[in-house]
């Protein structure tokens, strides 16, 4: 069994910094993409960040330049490092991994349970 455990959510101040690390954990045998979504009460949940396993990256456009994805592949963990905070970036920030558990099978897609982001003075 495969789990995503996200960390790092929290209260910041606008302007401010957080850095979500998620950690894949089971029977592993290697990841594919990596990304970060997240959602807004009220609101579709939404792409932000996405990575290879080579280390392409991509970008929503309301977070280029201020958020960064990064990855450990040893440690099978996803980062976001995120900056210059914004109040409309609150919102549960879910961690979302195509993972293969062998050689043989195809990819399966896992989702974390959420981490709560809230930008607010």
């Known amino acids: 069994q495969v789990q995503l455990v996200e960390s790092g959510g929290g209260l910041v101040q606008p302007g401010g910094s957080l850095r979500l690390s998620c950690a894949a954990s089971g029977s592993i045998f290697s990841i594919n993409t990596m990304t970060w979504y997240r959602q807004a009460p009220g609101k579709e949940r939404e792409l932000v960040a996405v990575?290879?396993?080579?280390?392409?990256?991509n970008y929503a456009d309301s977070v280029k330049g201020r958020f960064t994805i990064s990855r450990d592949n040893a440690k099978n963990t996803v980062y976001l490092q995120m900056n210059s905070l914004k109040p409309e970036d609150t919102a549960v920030y879910y961690c979302?991994?195509?993972?293969?558990?062998?050689?043989?099978?195809?990819?399966?897609?896992?989702w974390g349970q959420g981490t709560q982001v809230t930008v607010s003075s």
């Open positions: 990575i290879t396993s080579a280390g392409g990256t």
């Open positions: 979302f991994a195509d993972i293969f558990v062998n050689s043989l099978s195809k990819s399966h897609h896992y």
